[in-house]
């Protein structure tokens, strides 16, 4: 259950973002999306570091 | 060199060719190529392929590990088939001659033609994949993926069937959005221009219009995605369904959020920065924004009690023990860069047409380099010659693609460069050479190399000797650091791989710092000397 669930909802991420890069929005500017989605990831690999070494 | 090194660059090579020959723009948008083979699927099916190839690569590094080492180690260890070599290359050649036909004005107009294209990069790929590794051991890789392969069909199927069902979801959204702002700024402004026929907000001074994309939606589809993963990657750690919650509050969070950006955005303008509102703030702090509710929802999620398993000790003091805590090495490694990166968002979303807070990544980086000082001093900096002599080749390839592809990089300064006063615009120029040259390389060597390198390699990446890096991983931080580097992306990967060569080779993350050091010296200096602005 929780597995289907969880895959539905990477589905519907998936298709939000897919339709994403399909217009022009400045809120998602692409110019930005790298250095934005690298910060993110780097922080999120902290945190699981900084967990684990606790 | 491993033959799979010699594979992979040659591979490197062909995209460097491709990249010379080909107007990818040019060549997507082309009728000839729309009418025969795309047509009314052509994309969504290309989008599904994409999907799919990303979502299958993912799943199998999360869920068939081992799978993907044995692969590695058999296709290593397979000799080299220089038939295979010799007919991929041949397709290739064909390829490239055929490309530029499709979108060339006075081209052939063969109907036969984008079919042999497609036919072709179809051959290619395939040949490619038998040179890299024998038909046998991709069939034993793709037996022992098991249905990871329809876990990643399916959701690529349904992403693409429903990404235009986000579509209806737009105008009820900005109806919303729109309301929620004016909620928001009558408290500030008191003379609201509301015109809902065109769903503009207004003062005397400045007005925003609150197009549907500006509902905020594709940020929420992210954070959707983001969440998912990050439960699904810890889900040892969380209880279900309690966790689920996480995915609700996240999105009705980053909506609210959304609506005070754009009241901020208002602020901001009839403030009289309309340069900033606009070309600044608007962007970035979407952003910012995104940012903050997932990296927020991750912290918090792991302390609320109810949604975890076990949840965490504090800090210190368990049963009257003073427990040593152990240093973060991912911190070390990645700090510097995301701390660059952090302020780089920050700079912007505070100036408007030209970067005037450029300096804040120095204080970034510094300050975190100075945090975990004890560990920097304990790291081994040596070098050789080879780092500035790796630098200046980087530097010369760099250049050489540069007026390949875009052509002459001289240019004038920015205009807001040129019209300040000398003071503001040396120290400007001072702290822009700076960062380049000391900052970044340090940064991005620590994260690129001492870490990405050795982790995409194996998870105990503090013990690894960098000399003991697979080629895959290599490639895959290569290509991660080009894709850092934007519209020079090639350029970037081919750095990269260089930058690695020099780090593998003793273990000296010296090297790969001063050769990029070096390589960003001697850009600053065409800069400065030669008037190549486009290259800043």
């Not at chain 1, 969880?6 to 250095?35: K, Q």
């Not at chain 2, 460097?16 to 009418?35: E, F, H, K, M």
């Not at chain 2, 500030?188 to 221009?193: K, P, Q, S, V, Y």
């Not at chain 2, 973060?328 to 920050?346: D, K, R």
Request: glycine share 8%; aromatic share 10%; hydrophobic share 55%.
């Amino acid at each position: 259950m929780v597995r289907s669930i969880t895959l539905a909802l990477v589905v519907l991420g998936s298709a939000a973002f897919a339709f994403a890069g399909n217009i022009s929005s400045p809120e998602i500017d692409a110019t930005s999306a790298t250095g934005a989605v690298a910060l993110l990831s780097g922080a999120v690999l902290v945190l699981r570091a900084r967990r684990r070494t606790r | 060199m491993p033959r799979l090194l010699i594979l992979f660059l040659v591979f490197a090579a062909e995209l460097v060719a491709i990249s010379l020959s080909v107007d990818g723009q040019n060549l997507v948008s082309s009728p000839l190529l729309t009418a025969q083979v795309l047509g009314v699927w052509g994309m969504p099916a290309i989008r599904f392929l994409v999907s799919f190839a990303v979502m299958g690569c993912a799943l199998m590094y999360l869920m068939r590990r081992e799978a993907l080492n044995t692969f590695r180690r058999d296709a290593s260890q397979s000799p080299t088939q220089p038939r295979r070599v010799l007919l991929h290359l041949t397709l290739f050649g064909a390829l490239m001659l055929l490309g530029p036909r499709l979108y060339a004005v006075n081209g052939a107009k063969s109907a036969a033609l984008p079919v042999a294209f497609v036919l072709l990069g179809i051959g290619v790929l395939f040949t490619g994949l038998a040179a890299l590794a024998p038909v046998r051991i991709w069939l034993r890789l793709a037996k022992s993926a098991g249905a990871t392969w329809l876990y990643a069909a399916i959701p690529a199927l349904a992403t693409v069937l429903l990404s235009a069902a986000w579509r209806s979801l737009w105008k009820p959204a900005s109806l919303a959005t729109f309301t929620l702002v004016q909620w928001m700024l009558r408290p500030f402004l008191g003379h609201l221009i509301i015109q809902p026929d065109r769903m503009r907000i207004a003062t005397a001074r400045f007005g925003v219009i609150i197009s549907p994309q500006c509902s905020g939606l594709e940020g929420m589809g992210l954070l959707i995605l983001f969440g998912s993963l990050w439960l699904w990657l810890n889900r040892k750690e969380f209880r279900f369904p309690h966790a689920l919650l996480f995915i609700p509050v996240g999105l009705v969070t980053l909506f609210v959020l959304n609506s005070v950006r754009i009241a901020a955005l208002m602020l901001i303008g009839n403030a009289g920065a309309r340069d900033i509102a606009a070309n600044g703030f608007h962007s970035q702090a979407g952003w910012i924004a995104f940012n903050g509710v997932a990296f927020g929802l991750c912290l918090v999620s792991g302390r609320v009690s109810w949604m975890v398993r076990t949840a965490q000790q504090p800090d210190q003091a368990i049963a009257g023990t003073q427990v040593p805590e152990l240093v973060n090495n991912v911190a070390v490694y990645l700090g510097p860069f995301l701390a660059i990166l952090a302020a780089g968002m920050l700079a912007r979303s505070l100036t408007g047409g030209f970067e005037w807070l450029y300096p804040l990544r120095i204080a970034a980086a510094a300050a975190v380099l100075f945090s975990y000082l004890p560990e920097y001093r304990a790291m081994n900096w040596t070098w050789t010659w080879r780092g500035p002599a790796g630098g200046l080749v980087v530097f010369a390839a760099w250049i050489a693609m540069e007026f390949a592809l875009s052509g002459q990089p001289a240019g004038a300064a920015p205009s807001a460069l040129q019209f300040a006063a000398p003071t503001a615009r040396w120290t400007w120029i001072a702290a822009r050479a700076f960062t380049a040259i000391l900052a970044v390389p340090l940064a991005e060597e620590l994260a690129f190399r001492g870490y990405l390198l050795r982790r995409l390699t194996t998870s105990d990446f503090g013990h690894l000797n960098p000399a003991r890096s697979t080629v895959l991983a290599l490639a895959g931080s290569s290509v991660l650091f080009g894709v850092m580097h934007g519209e020079r992306w090639l350029a970037g990967t081919l750095a990269g791989i260089l930058y690695s060569l020099l780090y593998r080779r003793k273990g000296q993350l010296g090297d790969a710092i001063l050769a990029h050091a070096t390589t960003n010296a001697a850009i600053a200096a065409a800069v400065l000397l030669f008037g190549w602005w486009k290259l800043w």
